[in-house]
């Protein structure tokens, strides 16, 4: 069961999971007028710069910074390719989301 614990000393919001996986962050989450939202992810060492939260068909999810690439020949469909990435399950992704938005609660609340 996750524990999710706020650092506001560090502007960070933590998710500790089992002994043997590295702990999740998020630092530094910005929702823009149009409602999108770009956050820093840490986890263990790593900080992964530029995660959004986005709308699929199914509900949100965390899509890692990429860029697209276009079909070497005419018409082929662009793809996609992640700059970094890593494999998060369903309930990891809704406690990484909810932390987001715990975050931009608590700084929005500090603003007012």
């Known amino acids: 069961m996750a524990n999710n614990t706020n650092n506001r000393s560090r502007g960070t919001t ?45 509900g949100e999810f965390i899509a890692f910074p990429s860029r697209k690439v276009e079909g070497k020949r005419r018409g082929d469909a662009p793809r996609w ?5 890593i494999p998060l399950d369903e309930a990891e992704q809704v406690d990484i989301i909810n932390m987001v938005y715990d975050q931009l609660d608590a700084d929005k609340a500090g603003h007012d």
């Open 81 to 85: 390719f992640s700059h970094a990435y």
């Open 14 to 58: 933590t998710n500790q999971r089992d002994a043997g996986r590295p702990e999740f962050r998020v630092s530094d989450p910005h929702q823009f007028d149009d409602g999108n939202v770009t956050f820093r992810l840490h986890y263990g060492r790593c900080t992964i710069y530029g995660c959004r939260i986005a709308q699929g068909e199914s």
